[in-house]
């Protein structure tokens, strides 16, 4: 043990050892340090992906007319002049997809923000397998940027959807290779995290850390890490197949007699294309729920402590994300109603897909509950919870047709669909987690970050997604496929309702600007905002905050031990209007 | 070399259960990762399934594949896996020789069923069978190649512990058996996914 023989604090003399940059910051196995690794490379897939809708939007509003500026940057190859070809907007569809769902929305939501806060709220000094985590995001940028540079292989990145069904698939050229590559170093990367995540949970809870003493996103958590474990292997396993099919010949999605071109192809045939759909959306359909808890359970501590009360139901907000864990296991099949189920068969999931909404609305409800009554505090991380809940409770309700396989014939495929899990993922969970980085850039940084900025970026925000995305719902009640190259300008019924491709694009032209004052205010305020005054800004009573700022690698200076709920505010008797759950007296 | 990592404080129960889950982490983990081996199997299994029942013909597996060799491979596996578990009870008995001695023998017995299963594939090869031939064929070169990959695995980490990771168990004698019971778990694992691949490809 080298380092300063005075030093009565463990930790101090142990990181003198790794001073260097490349051991704290690069190769680090702090739950912290890794935390806001994740954190910064998914905000940049996040805008990343959020470019390449940029680029199709023009294409949808403008189909044909060479994009301005721009257009000319990306090749003869991709847009001759500026135009855009269909093959390059299937690419851009595809990776936006992808990059959106496995690089972005839930590395943020699971990796960022559990690798952060996790340990922190439970009471422990790192996670379980702090060298597990290390791999796992190392894996995860490998396979980023694998992503990312299949789009300069010579036919582009994959382009058959971020859901690559086959047969499509199968054929297409060698894009989709890397995609099937890079999805399985995502899986086992997310397999480390997940089996990383519940170890600790279980394992490292403080004394006194019962399971009905954590907090709500320490729940939120533990079911998407389950979520995770078990979903994504048949994702796996779909693509072993796919990759089969695709370098050795076999034809697992392939059926007999398939024709490509006008010719049947050379393959020996027998396979299921419906297999690859069953296989993927048993990881799509929990892979939902694992974009949407982790928010729920930010929005979650945020209103707790925003509204100086207890939440209202948080037994049943527990057992809901239980009972919603598990049954999203079994409600995958309303992704492919149309595909020829029997009847039998579309009235079970049609069932379980009902029943899921139970619980999602017990959860959003006991938050609105929360509402009622509390001295509401509107700083920025309240602002974009309390925009967190309606958003999100919209876009599940336009789930609701869409899980009726009556109402869904109508509406599959259309642009209705799209304004749906947009309404979830873009308008709910990224306000969501916006609101987390706010919330909890204090604690990392020892700066808040700018309130004006942030109102700069909440209000045209929160207007510009709803007028992207509501549009999506009358042009998809319409009948608009969501999948045509021209937004639409070749069918005849659709020219009623596209004018207002125009509309959606420029309105995600101004959001693509509206992120500045956030991105600005990110960097700005590490080094320049206001410095917190002390450890517990907000006057949170949960364990995070029971820390040095920002967190020393270990965490906690003392031994913790819990001593009430997580959501212990406004007691009777007590001083102050929040009592920590490591302080013994309240 | 390596720069040792200090992450020993910051953990807790990495070698003492902890007293109200009634287990170490990496007990916990292990188990974790093979409920998501299950599913990644399971996913496989249910699309066999699927591909069988939908198929119009099926061909008779049995005249496909070599039955003999199959059982004999499962009677090694499940040999191996005895003698892990011997080698295990040696450990924990403080019988080093007696250890090595097994963990060896869980080696050779792996790396023969791998050779079995290499001259599986090659009669398969010689015949012009290959997975492009049918589904059945693609199916079966798939899963064994799968379990295969696990063996290949398996038969790294077990040499570590029987050879160059010895030096793990001078630092800390518990630690070190609770590192070869977690191996051997999924050692088991790998076995039990033999038995089902041989009954469904063989047998049925």
């Given at each position: 043990?080298?380092?300063?023989?005075?030093?009565?604090?463990?930790?101090?003399?142990?990181?003198?050892?790794?001073?260097?940059?490349?051991?704290?910051?690069?190769?680090?196995?702090?739950?912290?340090?890794?935390?806001i690794?994740?954190?910064?490379?998914?905000?940049?897939?996040?805008?990343?992906?959020?470019?390449?809708?940029?680029?199709?939007?023009?294409?949808?509003?403008?189909?044909?007319?060479?994009?301005?500026?721009?257009?000319?940057?990306?090749?003869?190859?991709?847009?001759?002049?500026?135009?855009?070809?269909?093959?390059?907007?299937?690419?851009?569809?595809?990776?936006?997809?992808t990059?959106?769902?496995?690089?972005?929305?839930?590395?943020?939501?699971?990796?960022?923000?559990?690798?952060?806060?996790?340990?922190?709220?439970?009471?422990?000094?790192?996670?379980?397998?702090?060298?597990?985590?290390?791999?796992?995001?190392?894996?995860?940028?490998?396979?980023?940027?694998?992503?990312?540079?299949?789009f300069?292989?010579p036919?582009g990145?994959?382009?058959?959807?971020?859901?690559?069904?086959?047969?499509?698939?199968?054929?297409?050229?060698?894009?989709?290779?890397?995609?099937?590559?890079?999805?399985?170093?995502?899986?086992?990367?997310?397999?480390?995290?997940?089996?990383?995540?519940?170890?600790?949970?279980?394992?490292?809870?403080?004394?006194?850390?019962?399971?009905?003493?954590?907090?709500?996103?320490v729940?939120?958590?533990?079911?998407?890490?389950?979520?995770?474990?078990?979903?994504?292997?048949?994702?796996?396993?779909a693509?072993?197949?796919?990759?089969?099919?695709?370098?050795?010949?076999?034809?697992?999605?392939?059926?007999?007699?398939?024709?490509?071109?006008?010719?049947?192809?050379?393959?020996?045939?027998?396979?299921?294309?419906?297999?690859?759909?069953?296989?993927?959306?048993?990881?799509?359909?929990?892979?939902?729920?694992?974009?949407?808890?982790?928010?729920?359970?930010?929005?979650?501590?945020?209103i707790?402590?925003?509204?100086?009360k207890?939440?209202?139901?948080?037994?049943?907000?527990?057992?809901?994300?239980?009972?919603?864990?598990?049954?999203?296991?079994?409600?995958?099949?309303?992704?492919?109603?149309?595909?020829?189920?029997?009847?039998?068969?579309?009235?079970?999931?049609?069932?379980?897909?009902?029943?899921?909404s139970?619980?999602?609305?017990?959860?959003?409800?006991?938050?609105?509950?929360?509402?009622?009554?509390?001295?509401?505090?509107?700083?920025?991380?309240?602002?974009?919870?309390?925009?967190?809940?309606?958003?999100?409770?919209?876009?599940?309700?336009?789930?609701?047709p869409?899980?009726?396989?009556?109402?869904?014939?109508?509406?599959?495929?259309?642009?209705?669909?799209?304004?749906?899990?947009?309404?979830v993922?873009?308008?709910?969970?990224?306000?969501?987690?916006?609101?987390g980085?706010?919330?909890?850039?204090?604690?990392?940084?020892?700066?808040?970050?700018?309130?004006?900025?942030?109102?700069?970026?909440?209000?045209?925000?929160?207007?510009?997604?709803?007028?992207?995305?509501?549009?999506?719902?009358?042009?998809?009640?319409?009948?608009?496929?969501?999948?045509?190259?021209?937004?639409?300008?070749?069918?005849?019924?659709?020219?009623?309702?596209?004018?207002?491709?125009?509309?959606?694009?420029?309105?995600?032209?101004?959001?693509?600007?509206?992120?500045?004052?956030?991105?600005f205010?990110?960097?700005?305020?590490?080094?320049?905002?206001?410095?917190?005054?002390?450890?517990?800004?907000?006057?949170?009573?949960?364990?995070?905050?029971?820390?040095?700022?920002?967190?020393?690698?270990?965490?906690?200076?003392?031994p913790?031990?819990?001593?009430?709920?997580?959501?212990?505010?406004?007691?009777?008797?007590?001083?102050?209007?929040?009592?920590?759950?490591?302080?013994?007296?309240? | 070399?390596?720069?040792?990592?200090?992450?020993?404080?910051l953990?807790?129960?990495?070698?003492?259960?902890?007293?109200?889950?009634?287990?170490?982490?990496?007990?916990?983990?292990?188990?974790?990762?093979?409920?998501?081996?299950i599913?990644?199997?399971?996913?496989?299994?249910?699309?066999?399934?699927?591909?069988?029942?939908?198929?119009?013909?099926?061909?008779?597996?049995?005249?496909?594949?070599?039955?003999?060799i199959?059982?004999?491979?499962s009677?090694?596996?499940l040999?191996?896996?005895?003698?892990?578990?011997?080698?295990?009870?040696?450990?924990?008995?403080?019988?080093?020789?007696?250890?090595?001695?097994?963990?060896?023998?869980?080696?050779?017995?792996?790396?023969?069923?791998?050779?079995?299963?290499?001259?599986?594939?090659?009669?398969?090869?010689s015949?012009?069978?290959?997975?492009?031939?049918?589904?059945?064929?693609?199916?079966?070169?798939?899963l064994?190649?799968?379990?295969?990959?696990?063996?290949?695995?398996?038969?790294?980490?077990?040499?570590?512990?029987?050879?160059?990771?010895m030096?793990?168990?001078?630092?800390?004698?518990?630690?070190?058996?609770?590192?070869?019971?977690?191996?051997?778990?999924?050692?088991?694992?790998?076995?039990?996914?033999?038995?089902?691949?041989?009954?469904?490809?063989?047998?049925?």
């Amino acid at each position: 043990m080298g380092g300063n023989p005075n030093s009565s604090h463990r930790n101090s003399s142990d990181l003198s050892h790794h001073d260097s940059f490349i051991w704290k910051y690069i190769f680090s196995t702090d739950h912290k340090t890794i935390g806001i690794q994740y954190l910064l490379m998914s905000l940049f897939f996040l805008l990343f992906g959020f470019f390449l809708m940029l680029l199709m939007r023009w294409q949808l509003a403008y189909p044909g007319q060479p994009m301005p500026f721009i257009g000319k940057m990306f090749g003869e190859i991709n847009m001759p002049g500026g135009v855009m070809l269909p093959e390059f907007y299937n690419q851009l569809g595809a990776m936006h997809g992808t990059i959106m769902v496995f690089l972005g929305v839930v590395p943020l939501g699971f990796a960022a923000f559990g690798n952060y806060l996790v340990p922190l709220q439970i009471g422990a000094k790192d996670m379980a397998f702090p060298r597990l985590n290390m791999a796992s995001v190392w894996m995860f940028f490998v396979a980023g940027v694998m992503m990312l540079l299949s789009f300069f292989l010579p036919g582009g990145s994959a382009g058959n959807g971020w859901t690559s069904y086959p047969p499509l698939s199968d054929i297409a050229h060698d894009g989709q290779t890397i995609w099937l590559f890079a999805m399985f170093i995502i899986i086992i990367s997310s397999l480390l995290s997940s089996v990383n995540f519940i170890v600790t949970i279980f394992q490292l809870r403080a004394p006194g850390m019962t399971f009905e003493r954590l907090p709500f996103f320490v729940w939120a958590q533990l079911v998407t890490a389950f979520l995770l474990l078990l979903a994504f292997p048949p994702l796996e396993g779909a693509a072993f197949l796919q990759l089969f099919d695709r370098l050795l010949g076999s034809s697992f999605f392939i059926p007999s007699g398939l024709f490509v071109n006008g010719q049947i192809a050379n393959y020996s045939g027998g396979g299921n294309a419906l297999l690859w759909q069953h296989l993927f959306w048993f990881l799509g359909h929990p892979e939902v729920y694992v974009i949407i808890l982790p928010p729920l359970g930010i929005v979650t501590e945020i209103i707790a402590c925003n509204t100086r009360k207890n939440i209202s139901g948080f037994d049943m907000m527990r057992y809901s994300v239980i009972f919603l864990g598990f049954l999203s296991f079994i409600v995958w099949s309303h992704h492919t109603y149309l595909t020829g189920m029997g009847t039998n068969i579309t009235a079970f999931f049609q069932t379980t897909t009902m029943i899921i909404s139970i619980p999602s609305i017990i959860i959003i409800s006991a938050l609105f509950i929360t509402l009622w009554g509390g001295s509401i505090r509107f700083n920025t991380p309240m602002l974009f919870a309390l925009a967190f809940l309606p958003m999100f409770g919209f876009g599940g309700l336009t789930g609701l047709p869409l899980g009726l396989a009556a109402t869904d014939i109508p509406l599959h495929d259309t642009y209705y669909v799209i304004g749906h899990f947009h309404y979830v993922v873009a308008p709910g969970v990224i306000l969501g987690l916006f609101a987390g980085i706010y919330y909890w850039f204090p604690k990392a940084t020892g700066r808040k970050m700018n309130a004006m900025l942030g109102h700069l970026h909440f209000w045209p925000t929160l207007i510009t997604m709803n007028l992207v995305f509501f549009p999506m719902l009358i042009q998809g009640l319409m009948g608009v496929n969501r999948r045509m190259y021209d937004g639409g300008a070749t069918y005849l019924f659709a020219h009623d309702v596209l004018y207002w491709n125009v509309i959606i694009t420029w309105a995600a032209y101004v959001l693509a600007i509206a992120q500045f004052p956030f991105i600005f205010n990110f960097f700005y305020s590490i080094f320049n905002g206001e410095k917190v005054k002390s450890d517990n800004p907000w006057e949170s009573a949960t364990l995070e905050w029971a820390t040095p700022t920002p967190p020393p690698h270990g965490n906690f200076t003392h031994p913790i031990t819990v001593y009430r709920d997580p959501y212990s505010y406004s007691l009777e008797g007590a001083p102050k209007d929040y009592s920590p759950q490591d302080q013994k007296e309240i | 070399m390596l720069r040792k990592i200090h992450d020993s404080d910051l953990v807790p129960y990495k070698v003492i259960p902890r007293e109200d889950t009634g287990l170490y982490n990496a007990k916990f983990g292990i188990w974790l990762f093979l409920a998501s081996e299950i599913m990644l199997f399971g996913s496989l299994f249910s699309a066999y399934i699927l591909l069988r029942v939908g198929s119009f013909s099926w061909p008779v597996q049995s005249e496909y594949l070599n039955v003999p060799i199959g059982a004999l491979n499962s009677v090694i596996l499940l040999s191996s896996s005895i003698f892990f578990i011997r080698a295990w009870v040696a450990l924990k008995a403080d019988d080093i020789v007696k250890y090595k001695k097994f963990m060896w023998l869980v080696i050779i017995f792996a790396i023969l069923f791998l050779c079995f299963k290499g001259v599986e594939y090659y009669q398969h090869f010689s015949h012009h069978e290959f997975p492009k031939t049918s589904v059945f064929l693609a199916l079966y070169f798939l899963l064994t190649g799968l379990h295969a990959l696990h063996i290949i695995g398996g038969i790294a980490v077990n040499i570590y512990y029987a050879g160059p990771g010895m030096y793990l168990r001078a630092e800390n004698k518990q630690w070190f058996i609770n590192r070869v019971e977690v191996a051997g778990l999924y050692w088991h694992f790998v076995d039990v996914v033999w038995i089902f691949l041989f009954s469904t490809l063989y047998l049925f």
